[in-house]
C-alpha cells in the first residue's frame, strides 16, 4: 500500500516536472541571435541604390549643453569588493558628460535619408569591455549584422544583460576574467541598454543601425560622420537622459556640413 | 484466597489496566511537531531571503538555473551583495526542500494518520514546484506572471508546513471531544475568513511588488495628498487596493483580538497567536509605510514580505485551533485510527 502510494506519488511529480523542466531547458535564457542563423527570405525588394564615391560628403559638429548642472555622482562600489579594489580614485557615474557648455556621449545618427542604399555589416567586431566594473564605451553604435564581443577584463564575476525591445534579450554571465561573449543584433534599434545585475552601477547604451554613418560626441561635444552620400537626410542625436534632438540636413556633393545640435536640461 | 491465587489477581488487575492506558500524545511523538515547527519558521526566513532578492532587484544576478555561473557555487559569491543574495536564497530553497522530503519520509513512518501523510507530501510537491517556479522566473528575465506566482506559492507551501506543524502538535491531539465543549461562536468562520483575507492582501502586495507599482502612490498616508487618488491607472490601483486591504485585514484582526481576548482569554491556544497578531499587524503597517516614505529600502521592503509571511501563519494556527474546538467532534476521526494503515 505505501509503496503504490510512493509510486503514485513519484509518477505524479515527474509528470507534473517534465514538461516544465523541458519548458526551462529550451525557453528563454540567453536567447541572443548568436545561434544557428535562419535562411534569408527571398529579395524580391528593388535593388539597392548605389553612389560615387567621389562625391561623399560629412557631418561635422558640436553637441552643446545649455546651462545644466552635472549630476553625475561618485559610484559606491562596496557591493562587491574586488571592484572597490581596482580603483584608487573616486569613479563617477557617466549619465552626463557636460564640459564647458558642451555635452559627451550623444550618439548621433542619420535616422532617414538612407533607405535606397545597401550597407553590408563589417566582419571586424565592435568590443564592449567590462573594465574596473564600467562598461566601456558608455555609448556605442554597431550595424546589424556586425558581430559584438563582449569582454570581462575583471578579475571578479559579471552578468551582461541586455534589454532590447526589438531584439531577443538574453542574460549570461561571465564569471572568470577574460571570457568573452559573442552576439550580433539581426534588427535596428536605437537603443540597447546593457546592463550588469550584480554591480547595479554598470551601464552602457548600444545603437544598432543600418549604416555606418553614426558617431558618438566626444568628451568636448565634438563628432564627425564621414563618407556620407549627397542627399537630404534627418539626423538625430539620441542622450540617455535628455531625449533626443533632430535637424534636416542636406549633403552635398563633397560637402562638409556642420551641425550643432543643443541639449537642454530635463523640465 | 492463597497467596498465587492473590498474585494471579493482582497481576490481571495490572494487565487489565494497561490495556486501558490512555494513548500518549501526540500520536507521532513530540519530535515530528518540533522538526515541522522548526521547518516553518525556516520557511518564514526563506520568504524574508527570496524579498531580500527582489528589495534589492538581485533577481537576475545569476543568470542560469539550476546552476549559478555554471556550478554548484560561483566563485566569492558570499563576497558579492547581490549574487550572495540571489544564490544564498538558492542554497537555503534546496535545504528547506531537503528537509520538506525529510519531513515528509518521517511523518510516513511514525504519523497514524493518512491525511496528514497526504498533507507532508503535499508540501513536498509545493517546495518542488516552487524551486521549477523559480527556475522559470529567471530563465525567462522575470516575468510578472511566474514572479507573482512564485511569490504565492511560497505563501501556500507555508501554509501546508504551518498545518502539519499544528495537527502533529500535543495541544492539536488533545482535543477529542471527550471534554466540555468550548464555545466559540463564529470565532473559527472569522478566523478562516481573516486568514483568506491575509492571503489576498499577500498575492495583490505580490502583483504590487512585481508590477513595479510599489511607488506609484509616492505619498503616505494619503495618496496625492488626498484619501481617494485623483486618478487610476493600473499601478495605482493595484496599489490603493493593497492599502484598502491592509485597512480590511486590521479590521478583521482587531475584532478576532477583542473577540478572543474578552471571551476566552483562558485559552492558551488561540490567546498566544491573537497576541502575535496584536503585535505583527502594527508593525506590518509602520513597515508598509517606511516602504513608501524611503522609496523601498531595502531593509523595510524585506521585512515587509517576511512580516506578511508571519502574520498568515500566526492567523492560521489561530484558525485551526479555533476549528479544532470549535468542531471536535468532526474533527476527530484520529482517536478511532490510530492504527490506520
Not at chain 1, 197 to 221: C, K, N, R, T
Not at chain 2, 129 to 153: D, E, K, M, Y
Not at chain 2, 319 to 325: E, P, Y
Request: with cysteine; proline share 7%; hydrophobic share 45%.
Amino acid at each position: 500500500m505505501k509503496k503504490r502510494m510512493w509510486q503514485g506519488f513519484s509518477i505524479s511529480v515527474l509528470c507534473l516536472a517534465l514538461p516544465v523542466l523541458m519548458l526551462v531547458a529550451c525557453g528563454g535564457g540567453d536567447a541572443g541571435s548568436d545561434s544557428d542563423e535562419a535562411m534569408p527570405a527571398e529579395d524580391t525588394a528593388a535593388p539597392a541604390a548605389a553612389f560615387d564615391e567621389s562625391t561623399v560628403g560629412a557631418l561635422h559638429g558640436v553637441v552643446k549643453y545649455e546651462n545644466g548642472d552635472d549630476p553625475d555622482t561618485a559610484i559606491r562600489m562596496s557591493a562587491d569588493p574586488s571592484c572597490q579594489g581596482l580603483h584608487t580614485e573616486p569613479v563617477y557615474t557617466e549619465t552626463l558628460k557636460a564640459m564647458d557648455g558642451n555635452l559627451g556621449d550623444v550618439f548621433v545618427y542619420i535616422k532617414t535619408g538612407l533607405e535606397s542604399y545597401d550597407f553590408p555589416a563589417p566582419s571586424e567586431p565592435a568590443r564592449l569591455e567590462q573594465e574596473g566594473c564600467i562598461y566601456h564605451p558608455h555609448v556605442s553604435g554597431i550595424m546589424v549584422g556586425q558581430p559584438l564581443k563582449i569582454v570581462n577584463n575583471d578579475p571578479t564575476l559579471h552578468n551582461v544583460h541586455a534589454t532590447p525591445s526589438a531584439n531577443p534579450e538574453f542574460n549570461q554571465g561571465q564569471p572568470f576574467q577574460g571570457m568573452e561573449l559573442d552576439k550580433t543584433f539581426d534588427t535596428a534599434e536605437v537603443m540597447v541598454p546593457f546592463k550588469c545585475d550584480v554591480h547595479p552601477w554598470m551601464s552602457s547604451y548600444l545603437a544598432v543601425v543600418e549604416h555606418p554613418y553614426f558617431a558618438v560626441s566626444g568628451e568636448d561635444g565634438s563628432f564627425h560622420i564621414d563618407k556620407v552620400p549627397p542627399g537630404t537626410y534627418t539626423v538625430e542625436a539620441w542622450h540617455e537622459t535628455l531625449g533626443t534632438q533632430v535637424q534636416e540636413v542636406t549633403v552635398g556633393a563633397n560637402e562638409t556640413v556642420e551641425l550643432e545640435l543643443t541639449f537642454k536640461p530635463a523640465a | 484466597m492463597s497467596i498465587a491465587e492473590s498474585f494471579s489477581a493482582t497481576l490481571e488487575e495490572k494487565r487489565g489496566s494497561r490495556d486501558h492506558e490512555p494513548t500518549r500524545l501526540p500520536l507521532s511523538g513530540p519530535w515530528l511537531h518540533r522538526f515541522a515547527s522548526g521547518l516553518a519558521f525556516l520557511v518564514v526566513f526563506l520568504i524574508a531571503a527570496g524579498a531580500n532578492v527582489t528589495s534589492r532587484e538581485a533577481g537576475l544576478a545569476v543568470p542560469d538555473w539550476p546552476l549559478s555561473y555554471g556550478t554548484l557555487n560561483p566563485p566569492r559569491w558570499w563576497q558579492i551583495d547581490n549574487v550572495r543574495a540571489e544564490h544564498g536564497h538558492r542554497l537555503l530553497a534546496g535545504t528547506v526542500a531537503i528537509l520538506t522530503v525529510l519531513l515528509a519520509v518521517w511523518a510516513h513512518r511514525r504519523e497514524p494518520r493518512r491525511w496528514v501523510r497526504r498533507l507532508s507530501l503535499g508540501a513536498v510537491a509545493a517546495v518542488l514546484l516552487q524551486a521549477l517556479l523559480g527556475g522559470l522566473t529567471v530563465r525567462f528575465f522575470l516575468p510578472t506572471p511566474i514572479s507573482v506566482s512564485h511569490a504565492a506559492l511560497a505563501q501556500v507551501f507555508l501554509c501546508l508546513v504551518v498545518t502539519l506543524a499544528v495537527v502533529t502538535s500535543e495541544t492539536w491531539q488533545r482535543v477529542d471531544g471527550s471534554g466540555p465543549r468550548v464555545r466559540l461562536g463564529s470565532i473559527p468562520q472569522w478566523a478562516a475568513l481573516t486568514t483568506g483575507l491575509v492571503f489576498l492582501q499577500i498575492v495583490v502586495g505580490a502583483v504590487m511588488r512585481h508590477s513595479g507599482a510599489g511607488l506609484a502612490i509616492p505619498d503616505f498616508p494619503r495618496a496625492f495628498g488626498r484619501w481617494v487618488p485623483p486618478r487610476f491607472d493600473f499601478p495605482i490601483a493595484i496599489h490603493y487596493a493593497h492599502r484598502l486591504g491592509a485597512l480590511a485585514v486590521t479590521l478583521a484582526v482587531a475584532v478576532s483580538v477583542i473577540w478572543v481576548l474578552g471571551k476566552l482569554k483562558s485559552t492558551k491556544a488561540l490567546r498566544l497567536p491573537v497576541l502575535g497578531l496584536t503585535v505583527l499587524v502594527p508593525l506590518q503597517i509602520t513597515l508598509g509605510a517606511s516602504v513608501v516614505l524611503t522609496s523601498k529600502a531595502i531593509v523595510p521592503n524585506t521585512f515587509h514580505v517576511a512580516t506578511g509571511a508571519a502574520i498568515l501563519a500566526t492567523s492560521l494556527v489561530l484558525t485551526l485551533h479555533a476549528w479544532r474546538m470549535g468542531n471536535p467532534s468532526r474533527m476527530n476521526p484520529e482517536r478511532s485510527s490510530l492504527i490506520e494503515g
